[in-house]
Every structure is written in C-alpha cells, then in structure tokens.
C-alpha cells in the first residue's frame, strides 16, 4: 500500500506579511493513519524540500496526540524536510494521494498543473484522492475526460465560508472555497463549525476542517482495502 502525500510550497498569507503553509495537525494526523496502517508514505511538494509550516498550527491550543508524536519522531521530521519535487512523481507509483489543508494551498495547489494532471489520472484509475480542510482547493480546475469539472454532481466538503469568517480571513484568502466548490457544480455540505466531517463519493474523499483529517485518511484506507 503505497500513499503519496502532497503538501504546499506557499508561504505568504495574501498581503498581510504573515505567514501560511499547511496545517500541522492536518498532515500529522492522517501520516500516522496510514502509517500505522503499514502503509509506505512518500510526500511531495512543489518545491520540494521542507514545505512551511502555518507558525499558528504550532501553537500549544492546536496540539494533539499525532502532532506531539510528530515532534518526537525524528524519521518524520527527516521525511518532512525531503519532500519530492511534485512534477517529478508518477501517479503510476501509488495506490492513493493525500492533500493536507492550511491557507498555502489556495495558492498553490490549485494552480498547479503537476497536481491537476496527478489528480485527474488517479481520480481516472479509480484510486483514492483525498483532501482535508483548505486542501479541496486542489480541485477547483481538475477536470473530467470530457473537459466538466470534476466535482460537478459530487458530494464534497472542505472549509466553510462561516469558518474562514471565524478565523477573520475571508478578505485575504484568494477566493473562499465552500463559494468555488459549489460554483463549479459540487454538492457542498458541512457540519457545525470545527466538527470532524468527512465525505465520500465513489473515489474522492474531503474533509471539512483539522478536525475531520483523521476521518478523511480513515475513509482512505477503507477505499484500498
């Protein structure tokens, strides 16, 4: 069981001069799903290399379990700092992909051809293709064989407009992502602010917030098995 975990290389939030990057609960979390699982775990990014961190999700009030066995886990921490350039890895190589949020991927990611052309042939092979909190920002221009969004007359989740006015950054992020899915067609839904959610149609699974991460790579994991 091969997983590849793909991660954001932007750093920048908008104009304000602070920083993003992903989520650290939102990559810790499913990491040690599916490592657990035994499963073999590659993770990529843009850039390659370290990919940032969003410094709030350091912060003592967003710490867990899997975020706290993180910082004590040297392997992971070593695996974190080498990711793979993403537009050197093959879809052919994995069984499933794995996109954790934070803000950096609004940016990124969904402007990434390498990752719109990984998503749309592993969505096209019947492999598993997940995205947690901002991550679903991935599908905003990932595309069907006949050129229709892929997320049209899909049941999906990712950040809720209220929750993004919750943390006061609905005039800075790039484009809010409850009001692109269902622009794009998608059968948006969700659950009470920062309550785990997650969806599954037929290969795509998506989580509302870092709450719903571990669900999200637990409904992973069912669709290898």
């Not at 290389?9 to 650290?24: R, V, Y």
């Not at 490592?35 to 990014?45: F, Q």
């Not at 879809?91 to 990984?118: C, T």
């Amino acid at each position: 069981m091969k997983i590849l975990m793909i991660l954001t290389s932007h750093d920048q939030l908008g104009e304000t001069g602070n920083k993003t990057g992903f989520w650290l609960e939102e990559f810790a979390s499913p990491y040690y799903v599916f490592k657990d699982a035994n499963a073999e775990i590659t993770l990529a990014s843009p850039a390659g290399g370290q990919p940032p961190l969003d410094p709030k999700s350091d912060e003592p009030d967003f710490q867990t379990d899997a975020t706290r066995r993180f910082k004590n886990d040297a392997e992971a921490q070593q695996a974190l700092a080498n990711t793979l350039k993403l537009s050197d890895i093959s879809s052919d190589d994995f069984d499933a992909v794995f996109y954790p949020g934070g803000h950096g991927p609004l940016w990124d990611l969904a402007e990434n051809s390498s990752s719109i052309n990984l998503i749309e042939s592993m969505y096209a092979a019947g492999k598993p293709v997940a995205a947690v909190c901002h991550a679903p920002a991935i599908l905003k221009n990932v595309k069907n064989s006949d050129g229709s969004p892929l997320v049209r007359g899909k049941s999906v989740t990712g950040f809720s407009n209220t929750e993004e006015d919750a943390v006061q950054l609905t005039e800075v992020v790039p484009f809010l992502l409850e009001d692109e899915l269902k622009a794009k067609g998608a059968n948006y839904s969700r659950a009470d602010d920062w309550h785990p959610y997650a969806i599954t149609d037929g290969n795509l699974v998506t989580g509302q917030n870092p709450a719903s991460s571990e669900l999200a790579a637990r409904e992973v994991l069912k669709l290898i098995r």
